[in-house]
């Protein structure tokens, strides 16, 4: 199935955390023996920390944000957010991770940021984007090189 | 071994699971498993499964499977159901909380109601295998609101609460609407045999639309004659008033037929083999008084429904503990669209039901008709199906005393029975019972001597109890599990003595190193096994069992056996009392479709050493409870064999673990995966003892010490009494003179 998800824009982004967590149960039989199982998908759930540390909102750092036009970076990642955790419910969104080099589905978990929260929480602990997956269609895609090219 | 009853595709797969866990435990990947509740709404919605995720997006392989049926995830992720597996007529019921914000569920359940058909499997995608765990039926929800659909289904597919057998004397039609049937073998299971809408030739079109009829009200004849050109099939128990002259040599009198069908209130009694039927539901009666002035030269006509049909024979019909003469009664078996009796000229044919039509003669003028004590001997069903393989269509119908097929039949018949499917049994089971209970074993006979004699015969009147109860009881008296679900089908399995090899492949399940991998959960903080036991005390244990059977000897009466006593429990019975005395923990039980001594005593004495369903007795009081991981759990059903090995079960004096091997009573699958066992002790050396077909169980021979009012060792003597006078309304003994 083909579906288009708009694709994260990660320019001058930090990554500072990536995780993954997988799906199962154990049982203890004592002194070191055990026994699991692996009860969701066997390629378990990325999540991911990034922090901006400077989100200008001057034109003199502006993205082409594609239909939207040239936003200030600042402007992108709220009206991003608002698009996809306001105006949507944790709505589905590409985005590329550096590690694996591959585009994922993810969400943004954070959920009623304020225009303060937000920029609190870019700038310190970070935004939590987390792995989705959608019936039907096919992620991660294929390792494709991408340079964040545009660090401030 | 039992039998599988899984494909031999999906066994190989189940095979190569078992490797898989196997491997697991020695560092190989790991079992992956993922959880689906199958539910199969009536058209058009149809079946859908249910999951935690979109499982066939992660395992292509599942997509597979299902062929195109829906899934959806609306379960709660990261856990399982708590899946209760004991007997299938058991309360168990599984707590379904499906996500509904978009009230899909909610608008099905509206649709459809309580009763739709829920499965519950395990699918293991690196075999490729999916697994049914459980089955029942979908109950009403309990506190469902905007976002979950919270409700239970309930152990298997019909309520086990129903009375079995179940037909009501009800004065409309109760056959289902033979175009309400799909299939001409579904038609000739049921009582209407309307077919136009297949094809055939039985029945008439509807005149409005010139097509099969599609419908019918069932409340009239004329509906019936409607639609199937005669009321030859119509299934109900509606009396047909009617008034006629009846000649005597001055004049003549007028009789009317009178029905008393609206006073019978319990459902109509099955007879299964031979039975002397007592206290049979009167349908209609006519008072002739031919005479006024001799009324003694009257009569009464009185018909009777004696059971559900088609039985082999009625004979020998008695009122008021006087044969009845041949000219003077006449039956009908309860073939379908029987012939009338004649009882009046238009009176119902009563179609598959056994009739008694009888005439007494006499002043029946002031006699209540229902205080007439009627009996007539019954050879019982002959449509007993007897099944050759797992083919639900190869099979034969006969009159049997065979308890295996008549546990089935009572499971499958569409108007008596429960009206299971025939395809969720496992048919071999039933050949094996059958076999089992046809051996013949050594019985003690009250007398002391020894007869061997099939294990097992069936031979019982069914009435007026819950479906649960008759099935409990039919199992009871043979020994046997009561049918449960186990991989998708349900399962019956002979309760009878292991073999050696047998004892030697239980799966061993052990919680320190004993020589065996660890399977048995320990606390993670504490480090404490999960293995936990428990006896009943001897102050509850019974140790007097009073059996009571249908002595085929003395016309099925019901007769109690002498208490079969345990002496040396009673010991220990009083010693939990805290004194030296005998205390006798009486327990009763009536062995439905037993008739003979030998039979019952054998029965009484196995109850008493191994307790019903061998889950507790006077021989293996020890039950033991435990968690084990579900991979370890996976091939544990009702009544397996396994064999535990604990130190908290060796007794440290001695060294000695005093049992080993246990029956699994019940499984408790828990949402963490974990499967709780309960099982029973069972006592290897008694077992070797007495489940040998040439050594008899031990007799049950009145007790030589038991003597109330004597002292112990008296024999009992008999006792004259010195005057004993008979009043009116009482007995007056005196006892003794001095």
């Known amino acids: 199935m083909s579906v288009d998800f708009e694709k994260l824009i990660t320019d001058g982004f930090s990554f500072e955390l990536a995780s993954i967590k997988g799906a199962g149960l154990f049982a203890s039989y004592g002194d070191g023996y055990g026994e699991g199982a692996v009860i969701g998908n066997p390629d378990g759930l990325l999540s991911w ?26 402007q992108y990642l709220w009206d991003f957010y608002a698009r996809h955790n306001v105006a949507q419910w944790h709505k589905v969104f590409q985005f590329h991770d550096p590690l694996s080099k591959k585009d994922f589905l993810a969400d943004i978990a954070e959920e009623q940021l304020d225009y303060q929260l937000f920029c609190l929480t870019v700038a310190t602990v970070g935004l939590t984007i987390r792995q989705r997956r959608v019936h039907g269609v096919e992620s991660p895609g294929d390792v494709v090189e991408v340079e964040n090219n545009q660090e401030i | ?66 062929a195109g049926t829906t899934l959806e995830p609306r379960l709660n992720g990261g856990q399982f159901l708590d899946l209760t597996r004991d007997s299938g007529i058991s309360d168990d019921s599984v707590s379904l909380d499906l996500w509904d914000a978009d009230h899909k569920i909610s608008d099905l359940f509206e649709t459809h109601g309580e009763g739709v058909r829920i499965e519950i499997f395990f699918y293991f995608p690196q075999v490729d295998l999916l697994l ?12 469902a609101d905007e976002e979950r659909f919270t409700a239970s289904a309930e152990n298997g597919f019909m309520s086990v609460l129903l009375p079995l057998p179940r037909r009501a004397f009800f004065n409309t039609c109760q056959a289902v609407f033979g175009a309400l049937l799909s299939s ?7 009582d209407c045999p309307y077919n136009r809408h297949l094809g055939g030739a039985t029945g008439l079109l509807d005149p409005a639309t010139g097509l099969p009829f599609t419908s019918c009200p069932r409340n009239t004849r004329q509906a019936c004659i409607d639609r199937l050109g005669d009321s030859l099939s119509y299934l109900s128990f509606d009396t047909v008033i009617q008034s006629y002259s009846v000649q005597a040599t001055h004049g003549s009198t007028i009789a009317t037929s009178r029905g008393n069908e609206t006073n019978l209130k319990r459902p109509l009694r099955v007879i299964a083999g031979k039975r002397v039927v007592r206290d049979l539901d009167l349908l209609e009666y006519v008072v002739e008084i ?24 009625l004979t020998s019909p008695k009122a008021n503990n006087t044969a009845i003469q041949p000219q003077h009664f006449s039956v009908r078996v309860g073939a379908k669209r029987q012939s009338s009796t004649g009882f009046t000229t238009n009176v119902n044919n009563y179609s598959s039901t056994a009739l008694l039509n009888a005439v007494l003669q006499g002043d029946f003028s002031k006699v209540d008709p229902s205080q007439i004590s009627t009996e007539i001997t019954v050879e019982g069903l002959d449509d007993v199906r007897v099944y050759a393989s797992e083919d639900p269509t190869d099979f034969v119908e006969q009159y049997s005393q065979d308890r295996a097929w008549w546990l089935l039949h009572a499971y499958r018949h569409k108007r008596w029975g429960l009206g299971s499917d025939v395809r969720r049994f496992f048919l071999q089971d ?52 009561v049918p449960f679900p186990f991989e998708g089908k349900l399962r019956v399995f002979p309760l009878k003595k292991l073999t050696t090899d047998e004892l030697a492949a239980a799966p061993v399940f052990t919680d320190y190193d004993s020589g065996y991998p660890r399977n048995i959960i320990r606390d993670e903080q504490t480090g404490k096994s999960t293995l936990t036991r428990s006896a009943t005390s001897d102050a509850e244990l019974p140790n007097s069992i009073v059996v009571t059977y249908n002595d085929a000897a003395q016309d099925y009466k019901e007769i109690p056996l002498p208490p079969i006593d345990s002496i040396d429990q009673q010991l220990r019975a009083g010693r939990a009392f805290g004194d030296t005395g005998r205390r006798a923990v009486e327990k009763r039980y009536g062995l439905l479709g037993v008739t003979t001594p030998g039979e019952a005593a054998r029965v009484g004495v196995l109850i008493r050493d191994l ?7 006077i021989e293996n009081n020890q039950r033991i409870k435990f968690q084990t991981f579900f991979t370890q759990g996976l091939g544990l059903y009702k009544s397996k064999v396994i064999r535990v090995l604990s130190r908290s079960l060796i007794n440290t004096r001695t060294g000695v ?16 995966l974990l499967v709780e066992v309960s099982a029973q002790a069972y006592p290897v050396a008694y077992y070797a003892t007495t489940e040998d077909l040439t050594a008899p169980v031990a007799p049950a021979v009145p007790d030589p010490l038991f003597n109330p009012g004597g002292d112990p060792g008296d024999r009992p003597r008999p006792v004259i009494f010195p005057r004993i006078d008979v009043t009116a309304d009482q007995i007056i003994v005196e006892m003794a003179r001095s």
Not at chain 2, 184 to 190: C, K, P, R, V
Not at chain 2, 292 to 313: Q, T
Not at chain 2, 657 to 672: A, C, D, G, I, K
Request: glycine share 6%.
């Open chain 1, 49 to 74: 920390k990034i922090k901006v540390s400077a989100l200008p909102d001057s034109d003199d750092y502006l993205l082409n944000a594609g239909e939207f036009g040239l936003q200030t970076r600042f």
């Open chain 2, 1 to 66: 071994m039992p039998a599988t009853t899984l494909s031999t595709d999906d066994q190989a797969k189940l095979d190569a699971l078992t490797a898989l866990i196997a491997a697991a435990r020695a560092a190989g990947p790991q079992v992956q498993v993922v959880e689906l509740v199958a539910a199969t709404w009536p058209a058009p919605d149809g079946l859908v499964y249910y999951a935690s995720t979109f499982a066939d997006d992660t395992w292509p392989s599942l997509k597979a499977k299902l």
């Open chain 2, 132 to 143: 049914s765990m459980w089955f029942g039926h979908l109950r009403p929800p309990t506190d």
């Open chain 2, 184 to 190: 001409q073998a579904e038609i000739d299971e049921h």
């Open chain 2, 290 to 313: 031919g005479n006024p002035d001799h009324p003694e030269r009257g009569s009464i006509k009185l018909l009777y429904a004696v059971a559900e049909g088609r039985n082999r024979s």
């Open chain 2, 430 to 481: 039933f050949r094996d019972l059958s076999t089992w209970f046809a051996d013949s074993v050594s019985y003690h006979n009250p007398d002391g001597t020894v007869t061997t004699a099939p294990r097992s015969t069936f031979n019982a009147e069914l009435i007026d109890r819950t479906a649960q109860q008759q099935i409990n009881d039919i199992c009871l008296a043979g020994r046997c599990t």
């Open chain 2, 611 to 617: 307790g019903e369903f061998d889950e507790g007795g």
């Open chain 2, 657 to 672: 673990q005093r049992f080993e091997h246990f029956r699994v009573r019940s499984t408790r699958q828990l949402p963490n």
